[in-house]
């Protein structure tokens, strides 16, 4: 596949036009970026390409060819293989068999050549830097990251002529990343064409030879490798600049309102700290640092060992989630799908979680009274679709997110919130309603500690940053003093003693 076009692609359903109009050319050997916030059309876009929708107008051409793309199968044989950010693995079934399904290899008598498969899948998996995975053990016996992995494998296993990845990396770390990323360097190399869509931007930035920027359905924006910074992509995506993405800071109260006092738990080795009333409280760190493992023993989601947590001067108790609920502790987890969500049912349902208390009268239930709220959150946080009925999983992930808050929100006597990578996986303009959201809630009074992998939310939103090393706090930083390098000097260095007391 030495040129792939897209010319004028249209997609509609029923009365929405999903896809206006999508104009997209591709080289062998190119990386394109698909850009563009929520409902801009990427995914819709992308399963044209992958055979699952067919478009209601326009054309696609390989190589000055019309092609009708009609079936997933069509595109297979086309060389299209398309990595999901949902999971399609059978998690019930070995690793080896995920990585062949298919195309497993066969003896001469017509039945699975076992010992083959496992080698072949080994081997595989091990070219890819993907050492220490056992090919005959289940799949959904593995964490996430390590499926999303193996998924990729899948995909480029067989040489594709166009690959298209979306979200690879939400859930991997950055060793795991940098795996991915070496690999689409050799596919790059060997011609391949690679669609990527990400939001993150830094990541996109530094694979793409080419980015697109769709917008309501259309194509808006082309830009090329080394004429397009972060600043001028975010502006063309939602016209206004990086710099303006971040709410003004108010002053915090003085009432100290969340109190931590040597809290013990697995990965939390002797944190202490304090929230003021109106405080956006941070805590930075790299990737196993125990930053999340603080706010899940906070919860009580994960188990307190040893240390007190106080709210507005009142020890929590118990060390259940109930107990940080009735105290006025939220918590909106980094796994949101796993931990936060019920998928498979609506809005609705999922909204009202936490405040069931607000809505029943006696043993029973106060239907009217519970949509009436949770309209007002759909009102409020701009949900969409904005439907009562609609299922989760049928969302996007930025509009499954401002359930999640949604749900806390309704929460009676919410006074602390408890938020890990609030905006991971989701667009960047969702991501400046999130960010409105919390200096809002902050202005109120709210007390709220936020983790963030990403420096510039970190340091954008917060009035305080702690910083995590080894279960740990190394240091504390004033918000409109930090720095991306100070920040990661403390997530990298050990703690000198006035560190440590300043922590304290």
Not at 55 to 68: C, F
Not at 172 to 180: A, H, I, N, R
Not at 324 to 337: L, P, Q, S
């Amino acid at each position: 596949m030495q040129k792939l076009e897209l010319i004028s692609l249209q997609k509609r359903y029923g009365d929405t036009l999903a896809l206006k109009r999508a104009d997209v050319t591709a080289k062998a050997g190119e990386v394109v970026a698909i850009c563009g916030e929520n409902g801009a059309g990427k995914s819709t876009l992308m399963s044209l390409l992958a055979g699952s929708r067919q478009p209601t107008a326009g054309e696609i051409k390989i190589d000055g060819k019309p092609v009708a793309i009609d079936s997933p199968h069509t595109a297979f044989d086309l060389g299209i293989r398309t990595v999901y950010q949902e999971l399609s693995l059978l998690p019930d079934v070995s690793v080896a068999e995920n990585l062949y399904l298919g195309e497993l290899p066969t003896t001469r008598f017509g039945t699975i050549d076992w010992v083959r498969l496992h080698r072949e899948a080994s081997e595989h998996l091990e070219d890819l830097g993907l050492t220490g995975i056992d090919v005959r053990k289940m799949t959904g016996s593995y964490p996430v990251a390590i499926q999303q992995m193996i998924e990729i494998a899948r995909a480029i296993q067989f040489e594709p002529k166009l690959l298209i990845l979306d979200e690879p990396t939400g859930v991997l770390t950055q060793t795991e990343s940098d795996l991915l990323f070496k690999q689409i360097d050799r596919l790059r190399d060997q011609g391949t064409i690679i669609f990527y869509i990400s939001h993150r931007l830094e990541e996109v930035l530094e694979l793409a030879d080419r980015l697109i920027v769709l917008k309501d359905g259309e194509t808006v924006d082309q830009f090329f490798r080394g004429d397009c910074s972060k600043d001028r992509l975010i502006h063309s995506m939602v016209g206004r600049s990086f710099e303006a993405i971040f709410p003004q800071r108010g002053a915090s109260e003085d009432q100290e309102m969340l109190a931590v006092r040597d809290l013990h738990a697995p990965g939390v080795d002797g944190v202490s700290f304090s929230a003021n009333r109106g405080e956006i409280l941070g805590i930075g760190g790299l990737v196993g640092a125990g930053r999340s493992e603080v706010l899940r023993a906070i919860f009580g989601a994960a188990p307190r060992l040893a240390g007190e947590v106080l709210v507005n001067g009142h020890v929590i108790s118990g060390k259940t989630p109930a107990a940080a609920m009735d105290a006025g502790v939220g918590f909106v987890t980094e796994e949101r799908k796993r931990d936060g969500l019920a998928l498979d049912t609506d809005v609705l349902e999922n909204t009202g979680l936490a405040s069931m208390s607000r809505v029943m009268t006696g043993p029973f239930l106060n239907g009217p009274k519970q949509k009436q709220l949770v309209r007002e959150q759909i009102r409020d946080l701009d949900i969409r679709p904005p439907k009562l009925g609609q299922v989760l999983r049928r969302m996007s992930g930025g509009n499954q997110q401002k359930v999640i808050l949604g749900k806390w929100l309704l929460m009676d006597g919410l006074q602390v919130l408890l938020l890990d990578e609030p905006t991971r996986g989701v667009d960047i303009a969702t991501k400046i309603q999130i960010y409105r959201l919390i200096a809002e809630l902050a202005a109120d009074g709210m007390t709220v500690v936020l983790v963030s992998s990403e420096m510039p939310e970190l340091i954008g939103l917060s009035h305080r940053i702690l910083v995590m090393k080894d279960g740990k706090i190394t240091g504390e930083i004033a918000g409109d003093e930090a720095t991306e390098k100070e920040i990661f000097r403390l997530a990298t260095e050990d703690a000198n003693e006035d560190d440590k007391e300043q922590a304290a």
